[in-house]
């Protein structure tokens, strides 16, 4: 079947500008993640999403980062005001429940210029 | 503290022998960890998963959790050059995001 999907795969921004990120998760899953991976680093853990829940937000470096997810499926990461600090791949993952094997995205690798 | 803490490498082994790959972790409230394998340029994929104490076999893989010790590990018997990759150890505890390491880049040399 078909797993998580990312886009843009690749982005290229200046600095100041805003960017959006799409996830389509696996169909069914009711978690979604986002991490956020800079170059030879781990995952850095942004934001959860599980069902109608309230999001947890507690991994968003700052304000200019936010999320939604419309519907319980698609999800949206917009970065405002992009800094050359944002450059990094961000992974999206989904699960079928909270807790469960992540599946991740290919990601989209971001990079400020 | 870190949450999750890896040796980041980069570690070498000769193809055939045994990779052993160790993972420590702060929070003793940690429930469950994973194991995955992220190839260059690529997303990770889940190895192992591990929830109890003691060893959990799969394949060439083994995963090794003591929890009093508070470490996790990945053993890989009979290594191949196709296993050469980044290998992140993560832990949840009982919250809704992993904590990941920063990884141990393995290389197996033929």
């Known amino acids: 079947g078909a797993g998580v999907s990312q886009s843009p795969s690749n982005k290229v921004t200046e600095k100041g500008k805003d960017v959006e990120l799409r996830c389509d998760p696996i169909s069914g899953h009711t978690a979604l993640y986002w991490y956020r991976q800079s170059l030879g680093q781990g995952l850095e853990f942004l934001i959860y999403?599980?069902?109608?829940?309230?999001?947890?937000k507690s991994g968003l470096p700052s304000d200019r980062f936010s999320a939604e997810r419309t519907g319980g499926s698609v999800s949206t990461l917009t970065i405002q005001r992009t800094q050359q600090e944002d450059s990094a791949v961000y992974l999206c993952?989904?699960?079928?429940?909270?807790?469960?094997?992540?599946?991740f995205g290919p990601g989209t690798r971001l990079l400020v210029l | 503290q870190k949450e999750v803490e890896q040796n980041s490498g980069p570690l070498s082994v000769p193809e055939g022998a045994i990779a052993s790959l160790n993972c420590t972790y702060s929070?003793?409230?940690?429930?469950?960890f994973f194991w995955y394998r992220q190839y260059s340029g690529k997303s990770p994929e889940l190895i192992m998963s591990?929830?109890?104490?003691g060893d959990k076999e799969d394949g060439r893989f083994t995963a090794q959790l003591n929890k009093a010790s508070q470490y996790v590990s990945l053993l890989i018997r009979d290594s191949q050059p196709s296993d050469s990759a980044t290998y992140l150890c993560a832990g949840r505890t009982g919250a809704n995001n992993l904590f990941f390491g920063t990884g141990t880049r393995l290389t197996v040399i033929p």
């Open positions: 591990i929830y109890s104490n």
């Open positions: 929070d003793r409230g940690s429930q469950s």
């Open positions: 993952a989904s699960s079928p429940f909270r807790g469960e094997t992540q599946y």
């Open positions: 999403f599980q069902g109608n829940s309230a999001p947890d």
